[in-house]
T-cell receptor
Framework: DAGVIQSPRHEVTEMGQEVTLRCKPI?????LFWYRQTMMRGLELLIY????????DSGMPEDRFSAKMPNASFSTLKIQPSEPRDSAVYFC?????????????FGPGTRLTVL | GENVEQHPSTLSVQEGDSAVIKCTYS??????FPWYKQELGKGPQLIID?????GEKKDQRIAVTLNKTAKHFSLHITETQPEDSAVYFC?????????FGKGNQVVVIP
C-alpha cells in the first residue's frame, strides 16, 4: 500500500485566494483526520470523519475552513479566503478503526504558505 | 477537553545514553496513550502506544510507562543512536478524541 497520499506537497498562494488540499487515505481505513501543525500551536486536530461522516469539527478555526469526504477514498480541506496566518503544514491521517483510538497513519503533509 | 503537556521541549543526549520524555494529561477518562516520532519533512509515525490496562510496555530500545493516578506517562529510549534524533509527540485519547502534546526535540550527539 502506498500509505496516505496528500497533494499538493507545497502550495504558495496569495491572501484571499482559495486553497484546496487533498487526501487519499489508506484503502480500507474507516477514519480520516485533518491536522494543522505550526511552531506556536503544535499539532492541532481540525476535523475527523468516521465512515465518511464528519464527527468532530470543533477544531476548525473559522468558517473560512471547510472539509468534505465524498467517499471512502478521498477528502478535501478548503480554505476560502486564505490568510497569512493560515500558513502551516497540514497533515491528513487515517486509522483502520473508526474513532481513532488506534495507530494513525500520517501522510507527508502539505506545506501551505499564504503571502 | 483533553490537555496534554510535554517536558522538556528540547533534550540533548550523548549517543549511547538514555533519553526520557514526560507527558501529563488532564482527562482521567483517557485510556489510550500513543507516542509518535516525526523526522524532518515527514509526517509523524507511531513508535509505541499503551492502553490504560497496563503500566509499562517495551519494544526493543523503547519503553513507555503510565501512571494513571498521577495522570502522567513517559517515553524511555535507551542506548540512543543518531537516528533517534527527531521530534517526539505524546498524545492522549479522551472523549474519543486524540490530543497531542507540542512535541520534544531530541538531539543525539555522536
Amino acid at each position: 500500500d502506498a500509505g496516505v497520499i496528500q497533494s499538493p506537497r507545497h502550495e504558495v498562494t496569495e491572501m484571499g485566494q482559495e486553497v484546496t488540499l487533498r487526501c487519499k487515505p489508506i484503502s480500507g481505513h474507516n477514519s480520516l483526520f485533518w491536522y494543522r501543525q505550526t511552531m506556536m500551536r503544535g499539532l492541532e486536530l481540525l476535523i475527523y470523519f468516521n465512515n465518511n461522516v464528519p464527527i468532530d469539527d470543533s477544531g476548525m478555526p473559522e468558517d473560512r475552513f471547510s472539509a468534505k469526504m465524498p467517499n471512502a477514498s478521498f477528502s478535501t480541506l478548503k480554505i476560502q479566503p486564505s490568510e497569512p496566518r493560515d500558513s502551516a503544514v497540514y497533515f491528513c491521517a487515517s486509522t483502520a478503526l473508526a474513532g481513532g483510538l488506534d495507530e494513525q497513519f500520517f501522510g507527508p503533509g502539505t506545506r501551505l504558505t499564504v503571502l | 477537553g483533553e490537555n496534554v503537556e510535554q517536558h522538556p521541549s528540547t533534550l540533548s543526549v550523548q549517543e549511547g545514553d538514555s533519553a526520557v520524555i514526560k507527558c501529563t494529561y488532564s482527562d482521567s477518562a483517557s485510556n489510550y496513550f500513543p507516542w509518535y516520532k516525526q523526522e524532518l519533512g515527514k509526517g509523524p509515525q507511531l513508535i509505541i502506544d499503551i492502553r490504560s490496562n497496563v503500566g509499562e510496555k517495551k519494544d526493543q530500545r523503547i519503553a513507555v510507562t503510565l501512571n494513571k493516578t498521577a495522570k502522567h506517562f513517559s517515553l524511555h529510549i535507551t542506548e540512543t543512536q543518531p537516528e533517534d534524533s527527531a521530534v517526539y509527540f505524546c498524545a492522549a485519547a479522551g472523549n474519543n478524541r486524540l490530543a497531542f502534546g507540542k512535541g520534544n526535540q531530541v538531539v543525539v550527539i555522536p
